[in-house]
């Protein structure tokens, strides 16, 4: 029997065989780099992926909470895995029959079966956004299904040292004085533990101080415990409620955003009209209560503006995995950043034989073929949003490549594909206008530097290729041209689509700023779009801070998907908003004449204090050992659009406690000057003495889009960024207190008000 097939016959469904049956696999195991075999199962319905056989003394190690997944796709990146900062090649295998798992560490599945690998990844994809877009578990579902993990292979219970392995795995120290003493006292009388001491174990270890102080401060008919009573905590978990009444005053006085329908949904967690402590903290973790305002996620803007009153979210050299000279060109590159709510992508098209190709030229990058890169736009354009996808085509090929691209787009695409010709009489249609259309951005005139690359004169093409008609009646909106001063640029027609390098722009910047005439470009841009790009060194794929643009009303700032860094974290930060569309309106003050000062920079200053509170399941950095327990502290950095970039504060380090963490530190006085485009970026990292500290997780949230009330907040893996909805901050006392997803919480006191107009 080969890989792939499942163990038995039988006639149930995918799902149903996949849970008890199993299907036959390879898993690839990084210690001796070879394929072993296991059976791998995946159980829908509690949410989690895990494998046979495996050593009994690991049992509870070969479980996959599908929460903890990050993404899935074919084949190896770059046909090899990076383990502690070492690159391992994957053994000689078919990239085709590989499925990578990202959690906190790949993994890497060889299964045959074409059909059962394919509907494994369907599988798995609809669960991950099924997670991402419904309600975190509460703190005890978690722990409880931990311990169902734990103690899958056992018919009673969970022994001393099983029990140290999981504290360890979620960054409990359990040589600490009073988890010794706990664990000592739990296995007096026995040699395992059932699931009730189990859970009585995060009660004991995650105290909530914060959210029992705002519970207790509505929970008037309960009686508490002395709060020097050792079992005090131990009493609000299990006998502490809220009434309704005192619900409705809590949500009065802290959320009066809500709506009553809003209040509906949370009926499940009252039992005899009673919320209990556990169905409070369930409460402060539904995305009522997340740090980026619910409704903010949805489609509240106006769509029925000319193109070039939005940003727009885009890719740069959308085809690659990795950096830019030796990496791999993938349709997974393509498919991912649709999911992200790409709406302008980036295709370099080459001559190759009879067929065209994408791939950076003159490069070590692999090739991808146009033709099926126009199947994937087909297939996964609008999947996130309806509204128009555009393609910046960088055309290298000669006459008869280019009838070949032309052919393909409009084969593949069909009435998709947007030819209506520019008519400069009637605006630029707007994205309502365009839903579900395809946009080719490209020249239509021969110049000697290709659209949107930063190359040297070694690069340059010796010979530029004519043009081919049936190509260039493609092009209508967006049509490119060489941007070569402000002054033209101005007076050119407002379907001219220029690309500008930013070293080209640090030109043109400094132009402006000695002549401290910045209203010419808010003109310019308020009428245009324009694309900014990286510069040609960034061979690493690192990004430009793209907030440097967006304040100067630039609607494109091309940036590097695969590259998890501060320019994306701000970029997903912008585009969560609006139902992630992939279009924000721009603010006011960019698109109308009359804010278009001489000084050119709107003012409306704000003024933070924060306290960082405490932290909840942190989880460890991918460098560090099974046997480590993480130091973390968090940093502030508030990114102002203005030019205050530099902000920075930073808590304490918490020793040896991953799991709770408590910092009560406060920062104050912090100002922004733009806060519809200025940002605020926590991160998470793990001190170490004698290395680099390395990052644990991130946010970003603009400043205009935060929530008030107690709010939770999602930490950003360094690999993948997670996409969440936040809200719009009031301008008055915001205290943010909790995260509670895919195991990952930050507790953050957030105080906000007006300091100007």
């Given at each position: 029997?080969?890989?792939?097939?499942?163990?038995?016959p039988?006639?149930?469904?995918f799902l149903?065989?996949?849970?008890?049956?199993?299907?036959?696999?390879f898993?690839?195991?990084?210690?001796?780099n070879?394929?072993?075999?296991?059976?791998?199962?995946?159980?829908?319905?509690?949410?989690?992926?895990?494998?046979?056989?495996?050593?009994?003394?690991?049992s509870?190690?070969?479980?996959?909470?599908?929460?903890?997944?990050?993404?899935?796709?074919?084949?190896?990146?770059?046909?090899a895995?990076?383990?502690?900062?070492?690159?391992?090649?994957i053994?000689?295998?078919?990239?085709?029959?590989?499925?990578?798992?990202?959690?906190?560490?790949?993994?890497?599945?060889?299964?045959?079966?074409?059909?059962?690998?394919?509907?494994?990844?369907?599988?798995?994809?609809?669960?991950?956004?099924?997670?991402?877009?419904?309600?975190?578990p509460?703190?005890?579902?978690f722990?409880?299904?931990l311990?169902?993990?734990?103690?899958?292979?056992?018919?009673?219970?969970?022994?001393?040292e099983?029990?140290?392995?999981?504290?360890?795995?979620?960054?409990?120290?359990?040589s600490?004085?009073?988890?010794k003493?706990?664990?000592?006292?739990?296995?007096?009388?026995?040699?395992?533990i059932?699931?009730?001491?189990?859970?009585?174990?995060?009660?004991?270890i995650?105290s909530?101080q914060?959210?029992?102080?705002?519970?207790l401060?509505?929970?008037?008919?309960?009686?508490?415990?002395?709060?020097?009573?050792p079992?005090?905590?131990?009493?609000?978990?299990?006998?502490?409620?809220?009434?309704?009444?005192?619900?409705?005053?809590?949500?009065?006085?802290?959320?009066?955003?809500?709506s009553?329908?809003?209040?509906?949904?949370?009926?499940?967690?009252?039992k005899?009209?009673?919320?209990?402590?556990?169905?409070?903290?369930?409460?402060?973790?539904?995305?009522?209560?997340?740090?980026?305002?619910?409704?903010?996620?949805?489609?509240?803007?106006?769509?029925?503006?000319?193109?070039?009153?939005?940003?727009?979210?885009?890719?740069?050299?959308?085809?690659?995995?990795?950096?830019?000279?030796?990496?791999?060109?993938s349709?997974?590159?393509?498919?991912?950043?649709?999911?992200r709510?790409?709406k302008?992508?980036?295709?370099?098209?080459?001559?190759n034989?009879?067929?065209?190709?994408?791939?950076?030229?003159?490069?070590?990058?692999?090739?991808?073929r146009?033709?099926?890169?126009a199947?994937?736009?087909?297939?996964?354009?609008?999947c996130?949003?309806?509204?128009?996808?555009?393609?910046?085509?960088?055309?290298?090929?000669?006459?008869?490549?280019?009838?070949?691209?032309?052919?393909?787009?409009?084969?593949?695409?069909?009435d998709?594909?947007y030819?209506?010709?520019?008519d400069?009489?009637i605006?630029?249609?707007?994205?309502?206008?365009?839903?579900?259309?395809?946009?080719?951005?490209?020249?239509?005139?021969?110049?000697?530097?290709?659209?949107?690359?930063?190359?040297?004169?070694s690069?340059?093409?010796?010979?530029?290729?004519?043009?081919c008609?049936?190509?260039?009646?493609?092009?209508?909106?967006?049509?490119?041209?060489?941007?070569?001063?402000?002054?033209?640029?101005?007076?050119?027609?407002?379907?001219?689509?220029?690309?500008?390098?930013?070293?080209?722009?640090?030109?043109?910047?400094?132009?402006i700023?000695?002549?401290?005439?910045?209203?010419?470009?808010?003109?310019?841009?308020?009428?245009?779009?324009?694309?900014?790009?990286?510069?040609?060194?960034?061979?690493?794929?690192?990004?430009?801070?793209?907030?440097?643009?967006?304040?100067?009303?630039?609607?494109?700032?091309?940036?590097?998907?695969?590259?998890?860094?501060?320019?994306?974290?701000?970029?997903?930060?912008?585009?969560?908003?609006?139902?992630?569309?992939?279009?924000?309106?721009?603010?006011?003050?960019?698109?109308?004449k009359?804010?278009?000062a001489?000084?050119?920079?709107?003012?409306?200053?704000?003024?933070?204090?924060?306290?960082?509170?405490?932290?909840?399941?942190l989880?460890?950095?991918?460098?560090?050992?099974?046997?480590?327990?993480?130091?973390?502290?968090?940093?502030?950095?508030?990114y102002?659009?203005?030019?205050n970039?530099?902000?920075?504060?930073?808590?304490?380090?918490?020793?040896?406690?991953?799991?709770?963490p408590?910092?009560?530190?406060?920062m104050?006085?912090?100002k922004?000057?733009?806060?519809?485009?200025?940002?605020?970026?926590?991160k998470?990292?793990?001190?170490?003495?004698?290395?680099?500290?390395?990052?644990?997780?991130?946010?970003?949230?603009?400043?205009?889009?935060?929530?008030?009330?107690?709010?939770?907040?999602?930490l950003?893996?360094?690999?993948?960024?997670?996409?969440?909805?936040?809200?719009?901050?009031h301008y008055?006392?915001i205290?943010?207190?909790?995260?509670?997803?895919?195991?990952?919480?930050?507790?953050?006191?957030?105080?906000?008000?007006?300091?100007?107009?």
């Amino acid at each position: 029997m080969t890989s792939g097939q499942w163990i038995k016959p039988s006639e149930k469904n995918f799902l149903e065989r996949l849970k008890s049956d199993g299907i036959r696999c390879f898993q690839w195991k990084c210690k001796k780099n070879k394929f072993k075999y296991k059976t791998l199962y995946l159980d829908a319905l509690e949410e989690r992926l895990f494998y046979l056989p495996t050593s009994k003394r690991n049992s509870w190690n070969n479980t996959i909470f599908i929460s903890d997944l990050q993404q899935v796709f074919h084949g190896v990146p770059n046909g090899a895995i990076t383990k502690k900062k070492k690159e391992i090649r994957i053994p000689k295998a078919n990239p085709n029959l590989l499925l990578t798992l990202l959690s906190e560490d790949y993994m890497v599945f060889k299964i045959i079966d074409e059909t059962a690998r394919n509907q494994l990844k369907n599988e798995l994809e609809a669960l991950i956004s099924k997670i991402n877009t419904s309600h975190p578990p509460g703190p005890l579902k978690f722990w409880d299904s931990l311990y169902d993990v734990v103690n899958s292979n056992k018919s009673y219970g969970v022994d001393r040292e099983e029990l140290k392995k999981v504290l360890k795995s979620k960054n409990i120290n359990s040589s600490n004085k009073d988890i010794k003493k706990m664990i000592k006292n739990l296995y007096s009388n026995t040699k395992e533990i059932v699931k009730e001491d189990f859970v009585q174990i995060y009660k004991h270890i995650s105290s909530h101080q914060e959210e029992m102080k705002l519970f207790l401060q509505y929970a008037k008919t309960y009686k508490p415990l002395p709060s020097t009573s050792p079992e005090y905590r131990q009493d609000i978990w299990n006998n502490a409620f809220l009434t309704k009444s005192e619900f409705e005053k809590y949500i009065e006085e802290e959320r009066k955003n809500l709506s009553a329908n809003e209040l509906q949904e949370e009926n499940e967690l009252f039992k005899d009209n009673k919320m209990s402590f556990e169905g409070f903290v369930k409460f402060l973790l539904s995305d009522h209560c997340c740090l980026f305002r619910k409704q903010d996620g949805h489609l509240n803007q106006d769509m029925n503006q000319p193109l070039h009153n939005y940003f727009i979210n885009s890719s740069h050299n959308t085809y690659l995995l990795g950096n830019q000279l030796t990496s791999i060109s993938s349709l997974e590159a393509y498919k991912a950043a649709f999911r992200r709510g790409a709406k302008l992508i980036e295709i370099d098209a080459w001559d190759n034989d009879d067929d065209v190709i994408v791939t950076h030229g003159n490069t070590f990058t692999s090739t991808i073929r146009l033709e099926n890169v126009a199947e994937t736009i087909r297939d996964f354009a609008f999947c996130i949003s309806p509204y128009p996808l555009i393609i910046s085509l960088e055309n290298h090929c000669g006459i008869e490549g280019q009838k070949k691209i032309a052919n393909y787009f409009k084969d593949i695409l069909k009435d998709a594909l947007y030819m209506h010709p520019y008519d400069d009489s009637i605006p630029i249609p707007s994205p309502e206008d365009l839903r579900n259309r395809v946009i080719l951005k490209f020249k239509k005139s021969v110049e000697s530097e290709p659209d949107g690359e930063d190359i040297s004169n070694s690069e340059k093409p010796s010979n530029v290729p004519e043009l081919c008609k049936d190509l260039c009646d493609l092009v209508c909106i967006c049509k490119s041209e060489k941007f070569k001063n402000l002054e033209d640029a101005i007076k050119s027609p407002e379907n001219i689509f220029p690309s500008i390098s930013e070293n080209k722009f640090l030109v043109v910047e400094s132009k402006i700023a000695k002549s401290d005439n910045f209203s010419q470009l808010f003109e310019y841009t308020s009428r245009h779009i324009a694309k900014i790009y990286p510069k040609g060194i960034r061979i690493d794929s690192s990004n430009l801070e793209p907030i440097k643009y967006w304040k100067y009303g630039f609607q494109v700032v091309a940036l590097n998907f695969q590259k998890s860094d501060a320019g994306m974290l701000l970029n997903d930060a912008l585009f969560r908003q609006n139902e992630m569309c992939g279009y924000i309106l721009k603010p006011e003050h960019l698109r109308k004449k009359e804010y278009f000062a001489t000084s050119g920079f709107a003012t409306k200053e704000v003024s933070f204090n924060f306290k960082i509170i405490s932290a909840l399941h942190l989880p460890k950095p991918y460098s560090s050992t099974s046997s480590e327990v993480i130091d973390p502290y968090v940093v502030i950095d508030v990114y102002d659009a203005n030019g205050n970039s530099s902000i920075s504060k930073k808590t304490h380090s918490v020793n040896n406690n991953g799991f709770y963490p408590v910092w009560n530190t406060l920062m104050t006085n912090i100002k922004v000057s733009n806060p519809e485009l200025s940002f605020l970026v926590l991160k998470v990292y793990d001190h170490d003495n004698f290395s680099r500290d390395d990052s644990i997780g991130m946010y970003a949230v603009q400043v205009s889009n935060m929530n008030k009330g107690h709010c939770w907040l999602p930490l950003n893996d360094k690999k993948i960024t997670l996409i969440y909805n936040i809200s719009l901050v009031h301008y008055q006392q915001i205290e943010i207190i909790d995260q509670f997803r895919h195991g990952k919480i930050v507790l953050v006191k957030i105080t906000l008000w007006f300091v100007g107009g």
